[in-house]
């Protein structure tokens, strides 16, 4: 009887340990958005882009026209490169700090 207890007692605190590593946290969250918001900040437009028809001449719409989705993600992908560049590396310096001390 007391080596039963004992074994649900160890199945309960895995299962205590493992609920607990997967939590779904704030931090989570942020660092998943820092991690999407890296990936944009990388792509380069020689090098990448224009391989998949997305180059610096895609896009490009006459005065008045609408852009389309493909011209109005390019731009953002532009602006999260210009704008993002500074903010970025204080966020991900911020993180690695966070990381390193709390693990």
């Known amino acids: 009887a007391a080596?039963?207890?004992?074994?649900?007692?160890?199945?309960?605190?895995r299962?205590?340990?493992?609920?607990?590593?997967?939590?779904?946290?704030?931090y989570s969250l942020i660092?998943?958005?820092i991690l999407c918001t890296n990936a944009v900040?990388?792509?380069?437009?020689?090098?990448?882009?224009?391989?998949?028809?997305?180059?610096?001449?895609q896009g490009v719409g006459g005065f008045g026209d609408d852009p389309g989705v493909k011209a109005q993600i390019l731009n953002l992908v532009r602006s999260v490169r210009t704008v993002m560049r500074v903010p970025l590396i204080i966020?991900?310096?911020a993180c690695?700090?966070?990381?390193?001390?709390?693990g």
């Open 96 to 102: 690695i700090v966070l990381l390193l001390l709390f």
């Open 31 to 33: 660092q998943t958005a």
């Open 41 to 57: 900040a990388v792509l380069h437009e020689e090098r990448f882009l224009s391989k998949i028809g997305w180059g610096v001449d």
């Open 3 to 13: 080596l039963k207890k004992k074994i649900l007692k160890t199945k309960k605190s």
């Open 15 to 26: 299962r205590r340990r493992r609920s607990a590593s997967m939590a779904f946290t704030l």
């Open 91 to 93: 966020v991900n310096s």
